[in-house]
């Protein structure tokens, strides 16, 4: 999400051919990647000191990573890589972690440790009891992703 005049959106293969956004890396990431991509203009005052990139989700089954017709990872690593923060959501009842999430941490989001914020989406919709034993189980699938020191924190 960008700032705009109006709202608006724009393609991905204009974004990266456009030498005033700062997509041109994103070339390299093919054609299936560019057809997915797009962005969305809207006027806001706070969108000309932050913009907002929103990434598809990260998929449960090591057969449906195969579908995916783009480097997932490599794309979100560039992503991160020009980053200040990423946030990562969870979903209270979806805490496992597949293949492509511990790929994204072991890959993408390597060594970028300190722009991490883990986000426990929806938390509001369960009970303090069941939000502790969510809480827990978070903690355990994190324990197997962070390479820091510390447990992160959950917001």
Do not use: C
């Not at 393609?11 to 990431?29: D, E, I, M, N, T």
């Amino acid at each position: 999400v960008f700032p705009g005049d109006h709202m608006d959106s724009v393609q991905g293969r204009v974004l990266v051919a456009h030498s005033s956004q700062p997509f041109l890396g994103l070339h390299q990431s093919g054609d299936a990647f560019l057809e997915s991509m797009h962005a969305v203009l809207a006027p806001h005052p706070i969108l000309r000191s932050v913009s907002l990139i929103d990434t598809p989700g990260v998929l449960e089954s090591g057969g449906e990573v195969n579908k995916r017709r783009y480097d997932y990872i490599k794309v979100m690593r560039w992503f991160v890589e020009r980053s200040d923060l990423v946030f990562v959501m969870f979903d209270p009842t979806k805490l496992d972690a597949g293949p492509e999430l511990r790929k994204v941490f072991k890959q993408a989001l390597r060594h970028q440790e300190s722009k991490i914020r883990i986000v426990l989406n929806k938390a509001d919709t369960v009970g303090a009891q069941e939000l502790m034993r969510i809480y827990g189980s978070l903690f355990w699938t994190l324990s197997n992703l962070v390479t820091s020191t510390e447990p992160p924190r959950v917001y």
